[in-house]
């Protein structure tokens, strides 16, 4: 293992543990070539040692620590100690580190010394991340004490949450940037970025000479490529491949509107970001760069919707919002209650994710048949068995015997049976006949028999190719020989040949069949794989809870454990039993929307399976003002406050003044979400929320006095009474209030 590889571990173990504890640890900052390369704590590939605390440095300019766990490159460990008084305000604090020492039985030389305690594992099966875990869980809560005992402030072990943050944000970005860094190589694929360029006038101040890209702000990586001290485009492409491993191609810096595609979309990706940035509609323009990459320019003027884009690909696209009562059975698959003739049973019903899945990975063995359904062949629906075993124990033998396996009629044989008269002489006269007298005398050879799966889907398709035989020697003996023209692997919607889902009974004649999509399954250019892309769209992701609702499954989507993949991995499902894998041609986009959950607070295990881009306020697609407000400038103003506040992750999204016309549709855009958000983010601090909006005309202020007693009071302002002066107000007070 590498150093970097420890890095990334220690990383994950750190954050579990924060997580658990909400107790903040020492990350890097500033160095911004080591935190570009991954070393996210001390230590670097030549040193050969990872360094990492729990706690902060021991000061600004030494970066000594006082508490180290220390892991080798040879996964050796040790707890490093090391102390020295650097004010004399801290030399009170030295009976704390000696009770620390005592306490890990080492003893104490001098302040200058590092104290080393190696760390020997005891049992095969401990490794440095059980040794590290066990430091955290176990040594650090009995250090805290200690801390506690001798009077020893938070503020002196600990980062405090805002700087812990800081530093954390930094890390994910540049997480983010090296992830999406290997859709763009180069060398490997052509795959380029959509970027805005800076520009230089002047080099080195001479007049004349060739203008060089300083930023390139990337659309489809969510941080900035800075080459402000770069006087080449040479240079900075050198630079760029040692720093990021990848070659990275530029923009001509003599043709400044230049565009570049982006033609690989990673499997697993979120759009993350505050409210009202548009991250649910970029979802649509996402999926389409999957589902027709050859045709998005033309496709996305008429698909603006999930809806559009449902209807346009049916079944290949899935939709589903997720919040806290949503679970494992919902998304997977559970048990559904099911109340028929009052009685009630159970049955296993799949969830979204498990349905688009088999979608996916449905395969289809393929008979050339050459079918003409345009003709006056009747087509059948039959179901074989019904749910559960006695559908899998029906569809077995009739695969074994080329047959059609009818349960009903018992062991009676009908072979001379020519009418329903006559079959009701040995049934009675009931559903059963009926039945009978469809599979022996009304089926006919050269029919067409769709075997359905329930009332939504259909598993194979067969002709009819001999008469009603009775089976003297099977279990179920009434059967009719059929050529089967196709069986799929995982069942295929019904909705995909008919306009309506099949009808409960055993045997009957469709009507809504659409012989044009069926005839497309009767092909011999029918493809045996199924290579077509299937998206699953996941809205509010981080609104759930994501080890209850993946369960087993979230190791499965990561793409190298995937269907076909060299690390493939399936899992026995808890309720049908059946083996289960996520396929290679499902991507999964998510939305998460910061305002409600810090990305550092985000579920380790989905974190580290998804590519993450921000989508952050975009004023310029705030393309009109409104009866002389400069709705750009007040959104920017307004979110440039937030900022100082609150953070970043609560500003206000351009969306909710796009399309703003005129002074009435503005003052409802305030009314029915801006306001309710900033009421929101500030927990009702109205006054607060004044200095947003720099100024008190959405809420004004009154002291309201009984006896002694004062209290400010702030009333909200009837906005339907506010002018655009009242709009203007709020940018054009920028330079007072800030």
């Known amino acids: 293992m590498n150093t970097k590889e420890i890095h990334e571990k220690a990383f994950g173990v750190y954050l579990r543990y924060y997580e658990s504890t909400k107790q903040t640890f020492y990350l890097r900052k500033n160095k911004t070539k080591e935190l570009i390369n991954g070393y996210w704590f001390q230590g670097k590939k030549e040193n050969n040692y990872v360094a990492t605390s729990p706690f902060k440095p021991a000061d600004n300019d030494n970066k000594t620590q006082r508490i180290c766990f220390v892991i080798k490159n040879d996964k050796s460990c040790c707890l490093e100690f090391s102390y020295r008084a650097f004010t004399t305000e801290e030399e009170k604090y030295q009976d ?8 890990f039985d080492i003893s ?38 200690i801390a506690k005992e001798h009077n020893v402030p938070d503020e002196y072990l600990f980062f405090s949450d805002q700087e812990f943050e800081t530093r954390r944000s930094a890390i994910n970005k540049i997480q983010i940037v090296l992830k999406q860094m290997d859709l763009y190589d180069a060398r490997s694929g052509g795959f380029k970025i959509n970027a805005n360029v800076h520009w230089h006038f002047k080099i080195l101040g001479r007049e004349g000479e060739k203008s060089y890209p300083t930023k390139a702000i990337t659309k489809n990586i969510a941080s900035e490529i800075d080459l402000a001290n770069e006087y080449s485009t040479r240079q900075a492409e050198s630079n760029l491949k040692s720093i990021f491993g990848k070659y990275v191609g530029f923009i001509d810096i003599n043709d400044k509107g230049y565009t570049m595609t982006a033609s690989k979309q990673p499997l697993n990706q979120i759009l993350y970001g505050p409210p009202g940035t548009g991250k649910t509609y970029s979802t649509v323009e996402k999926a389409l760069k999957i589902l027709a990459p050859d045709d998005y320019e033309l496709q996305k003027e008429s698909i603006t919707s999930i809806g559009k884009l449902k209807e346009k690909f049916t079944h290949q696209v899935e939709f589903v919002t997720f919040h806290q009562s949503f679970s494992y059975e919902d998304f997977v698959e559970g048990l559904k209650a099911k109340t028929e003739n009052g009685k009630i049973s159970y049955e296993i019903e799949n969830g979204v994710f498990k349905e688009i899945c088999n979608n996916a990975s449905s395969k289809a063995e393929i008979t050339n048949v050459g079918i003409d359904l345009k003709t006056d062949i009747t087509i059948w629906k039959m179901s074989l068995g019904s749910k559960g075993d006695t559908a899998k124990q029906y569809f077995s033998e009739a695969e074994e015997s080329d047959s059609l396996v009818l349960g009903w009629g018992e062991l009676v044989d009908f072979t001379d049976c020519k009418n329903r008269e006559e079959i009701n002489d040995k049934l009675g006269n009931n559903i059963k006949a009926s039945q009978v007298n469809y599979f022996k005398n009304e089926m006919k050879i050269g ?23 009775f089976d003297e020697a099977s279990e179920l003996p009434q059967k009719r020989k059929i050529k089967w023209l196709q069986k799929f692997s995982n069942s295929r919607p019904v909705l995909e040949i008919s306009s309506k889902n099949f009808t409960q009974t055993t045997i009957n004649k469709p009507k809504h069949i659409d012989r044009g999509k069926l005839q497309a399954y009767l092909t011999d250019t029918q493809s045996i794989d199924n290579n ?16 209850r609702i993946f369960g087993e499954l979230i190791t499965l989507i990561e793409p190298s454990k995937r269907t076909e993949e060299e690390e493939e991995i399936s899992v026995k499902l808890p309720y049908s039993k059946d083996d289960f894998s996520v396929p290679k041609n499902l991507y999964i986009i998510g939305t998460m929307n910061t305002a409600d959950r810090s990305l550092a607070l985000m579920d380790t295990a989905l974190r580290r399976r998804f590519d993450f881009i921000e989508m952050m306020p975009d004023v310029g697609l705030i393309t009109n003002d409104c009866g002389g407000v400069n709705l750009q400038e007040m959104l920017e103003t307004i979110n440039q406050r937030i900022e100082v506040l609150y953070d970043r992750e609560h500003t206000i999204g351009h969306s909710f003044l796009m399309g703003i016309d005129n002074l009435e549709q503005l003052r409802n855009a305030f009314k029915n979400k801006i306001l309710p958000l900033l009421e929101e983010y500030f927990y009702d601090d109205f006054e607060k929320i004044n200095l947003v909006l720099g100024n008190d005309s959405f809420y004004k202020k009154e002291t309201k006095q009984v006896g002694e007693i004062s209290k400010d009071i702030y009333q909200k302002q009837d906005i339907s009474e506010l002018n655009a002066e009242y709009f203007i107000q709020i940018y054009s007070q920028k330079a007072d209030t800030e």
């Open 96 to 103: 704390f580190y000696k009770s620390v020492l005592e306490y």
């Open 108 to 145: 104490f030389g001098s302040l200058k010394n590092r104290h080393i305690k190696k760390i020997n594992y005891s049992s095969t099966h401990q490794n440095w991340e059980t040794e590290l875990q066990k430091f955290l869980h176990t040594d650090v809560k009995k250090i805290i004490e």
């Open 447 to 469: 029919d067409i028999v769709i075997i359905s799966d329930g009332n939504y889907k259909f598993k194979a398709i067969a002709e009819i190719t001999g008469e009603y035989y």
């Open 532 to 547: 077509k892309p299937y998206i699953l769209i996941i809205d509010e992701i981080n609104r759930g809870n994501i080890s």
